[in-house]
């Protein structure tokens, strides 16, 4: 029965009839160079491969394609065998002629297979069986005697192989892999193997390819939510597939795909063909990292921007030039370059509590845990976990921070609420579930006995922080109709992180037990990053902590010494704006450096800490940009860095209103660390 006769049609496929795309597409291409007719029968995964960039890679390079995909969710292959011998139309059988795609609704395989004389079919298991072959039989040997039955002698018959998990990603069938991705990895590569040397088919290897981007540059930065591809993930499905239907190289392909940075591009292309030549080695490839500077000798001559100079050269001479003029013109330019905009304020902000105990931690604590509803919206929600001294006469400073492990990570206390199913699967990814797991970074003990609370949540809230096409966490809020990635300007992980932290500074306000005047936001790490960034964008934190945040956080770009503006980009493509990603091995051109952010910060409290041994941070960096950002402090009348000279001066220094130290050690936040933050918070918050 023809397709475009069919009762329930598409709205998009209503009025053109699949029989009339394909005779278009026929009479436009000369005899003797016929369209490629490509018919995958898969799932999900199919869609990614083949239904983004396939058709217009062929096209940049001359060969003209028919793609049809049988799609049905997660669909293994003893569901399609039972819908081929029951007929059943069971499928939305997407096809893309002349690059547009039409989407049929309940069609059957005999259906499809006859719509085109198809020159390739191919095969796929779902992802929780693709590392099982016994699961393969005898579905695969039935379906391929079916098809070959429907389809022209000499029909290239081939087998996609699909890709492993993320690292720690939330799904239901990763524990058979004792949720580890290599060893999926290779269970894939082997019955894929099998199922090609038993049957004859060929390999499409895109497992290979995605765990050649994962050992290079990428690293897990290919999925979305842990297991479906993100816009590079599919470009590098999409190359594997050409190279792999065709025999023809794809490096060097000229056509660019959405949201793929050119380096990015390479390294697909070279991932594709990689797998290609040996579709069971995951090669590293891609184009030569940035070799990082780590020798104090070879940091070059640079000449900072003075934060006290405009852009157009006027110096700043009063207190209110710098708040009306320079201070703005700096937060611009970080706000559109670097950072990224957030979504103004609206009055959506609610919450509930959740649970709550007036004697926990043995009797020493005052415990609540609060959802925190950023929007109307229920997924656009914070955990909040908040430990309150417990005999205090009323309202508490606290400090606030972000934690990397989940809230039932900071503390092995039984009654921190655990993310049940529905929960984790918010995340796609989880760390480490394992109670306690971060507490040394959390000594709440000490924290709470020197009359400070805490207020804390974790970071998987707000951005499940791998480059998953900016598809889950709190990103979507900004979006306009249609938008599904955000503008140059718009927000990284990193700025929406801090946002949040200022959206959990709105609910101290709402809280009698929390003096919302005397908050300290802290961060270690990349979430030192975002608590500058917070503490930069808003006023109202009395106190700024930085650990350990380097490149990105209070490290000068422009000493070129361990982590650089490339190196966040690469390794971390999800942190800032995109426009930022235009300063790639541009580092000294920069129109400013991370000492003016710290400035931005002036004159509040500001403590900037670093480890001897995180030589990836920069600890010199980070101590000279806290004593050029001392200059703004003194200017506008309070004290700045104690002390001046790196590292010829006793050292913690914290009698201005910039504190510094070096502790010896790794990059890491400590009970050492904290003691300080707790003796500095005492002078500004009590």
Known sequence: MALAMMAGISATAAGSGLSSLSSKAAESTPAANKPLKVLAIGNSFSVDAVEQNLWEIAAADGVELIIGNMYIGGCPLEKHWNNASSDKPAYKYRKIVAGQKTEYPETSLDTALSDEQW??????????NSGFYETFSPYLEKLIEYVKLRTPKGVRLMFHQTWAYEKNAIHYAFPRYEKNQNKMFKAIVEASNQ???????????????????????????????????????????????????????????????????????????EAAHSSVSQPGKAIKVGPEP????????????????????MEDGTPVRTREEWFSARRPELMKMYTELMYGKAPEVKGDLHFKLVES????????????QVKLYLSKEERYRLNLLIYLPKDASGPVPVFMGVNFTGNWGVCDDPAIVMPNEKEQKRYSVLENLDRGASASRWPLEQILSAGYGVVTFYRGDVDPDFHDGFHNGITPMIYKKGQDWPEPDQWGAISAWAWALSRTLDYCGLDPDIDEKKVAVIGHSRLGKAALWAGATDERFAVVISNCSGAGGADLFRRQFGESVQDLNRHFPHWFCANFHNYNGRDSELPFDQHELLACIAPRPLYIASADADSWADPKGEFLAAREASK?????????????????????????????????????????????????????LK
């Open 357 to 368: 105990s007036e004697d926990a931690l043995g009797g020493k604590a005052v415990r609540k």
């Open 119 to 128: 020159d390739v079919v191919t095969f796929q298991q779902n992802s929780p």
């Open 195 to 269: 199922a090609c040397t038993r049957y004859g088919l060929g390999l499409i290897p895109v497992g290979t390819a995605i765990q050649c981007a994962r050992v290079s540059e990428l690293r897990n930065n290919v999925t979305r939510d842990g297991y479906h591809l993100n816009p590079v993930g599919r470009y590098i499905a999409a190359c594997t597939w050409y190279e792999a239907l065709t025999g023809r190289s794809v490096i060097g392909n000229s056509y660019d795909a959405p949201h793929v940075e050119p380096w990015m591009k390479q390294l697909a292309q």
């Open 290 to 309: 940035n070799h990082t500077n780590r020798d104090e000798a070879n940091v070059p001559r640079y000449t900072l921007p003075d934060p006290l100079v």
């Open 632 to 684: 703004v402090y003194e200017f506008l009348g309070v004290p700045g860095l104690a002390v001046s000279e790196w590292p010829a001066v006793e050292l913690p220094s914290i009698e201005g209103n910039v504190a510094y130290h070096l502790r010896e050690g790794k990059h890491d936040i400590t009970l050492y660390d904290w003691q300080n933050y707790i003796l500095f918070a005492d002078k500004y």
